[in-house]
């Protein structure tokens, strides 16, 4: 079955900089990755996704990079701000079906 | 706004206890998942439904079981609690369009299980 791994599990910055956090995956018939943000407390919400057609996608502040040979994909937060601080997943799903397998989660600090 | 429900936002329950967690879903959504979270190991898919009365196991099915009489409604039983269930549960749904696409998942608010 599908496994994705999430690497750091635990990040931390300085405000201003810049975090990546990195998955891989493992069944190359995956084809769509999505990128969930959890503060504390609170339930997971995506803030970013990307499909298996794309290499890449911007949203302000946020990014994703898809390199589908190396099956891996990545999150890029620039400019960091301590509001970033939260438990980011990456998840994968399965072309034709509807299981979505998430990562270990990566713990982000930011701090001030 | 989607919602997404869970009945009860903290449980505790003794063991060999049968114990129902209960999640609706106000969207219409076709797929429906349940996933425990445990510190260092993520979001552990439990069961998935992707369809009324249809389920499938995800990767620890063990010890649960689950029921989805309903497109809004889909529970998450735990036949005989055991302490190693003790953990927070999460039930989130998402749409398909119909197409077999996947999309965003949104998650209820998190049902945190004791077992004693």
């Known amino acids: 079955g599908e496994n994705v791994e999430q690497h750091p599990s635990t990040l931390s910055v300085q405000e201003g900089d810049s975090a990546v956090i990195k998955c891989t995956y493992s069944?190359?018939?995956?084809?769509?990755f999505p990128w969930y943000k959890q503060e504390l407390g609170k339930r997971p919400q995506l803030i970013i996704d990307?499909?298996?057609?794309?290499g890449e996608k911007k949203d302000q502040r946020i990014a994703v990079t898809l390199n589908k040979t190396a099956k891996h994909f990545s999150l890029h937060i620039t400019e960091t701000q301590p509001e970033d601080s939260a438990v980011y997943f990456c998840?994968?799903?399965?072309?034709?079906?509807?299981?979505?397998?998430f990562g270990a989660g990566t713990r982000l600090f930011v701090k001030a | 706004d989607v919602k997404v429900t869970q009945s009860s936002r903290y449980l505790v329950k003794r063991t060999g206890e049968k114990v129902f967690l209960e999640c609706v879903q106000d969207?219409?959504?076709?797929?429906m998942f349940w996933y425990r979270q445990d510190p260092g190991l993520g979001l552990r898919l439990i069961y998935f439904?992707?369809?009324?009365?249809?389920?499938e196991k995800g990767d620890i099915p063990e010890g649960y079981s689950v029921s989805r009489e309903k497109k809004e409604r889909f529970s998450l039983i735990l036949e005989s609690a055991s302490t190693n269930q003790t953990s927070m549960y999460l039930c989130?749904?998402?749409?398909?369009f119909g197409t077999g696409r996947n999309t965003e998942a949104f998650f209820g608010q998190g049902t945190r299980l004791t077992v004693v």
């Open positions: 989130a749904s998402s749409s398909s």
């Open positions: 069944d190359s018939a995956s084809n769509y």
């Open positions: 990307i499909r298996s057609n794309v």
């Open positions: 998840a994968a799903s399965l072309s034709g079906g509807f299981k979505t397998i």
């Open positions: 969207m219409d959504h076709e797929n």
């Open positions: 439904s992707y369809d009324v009365k249809m389920k």
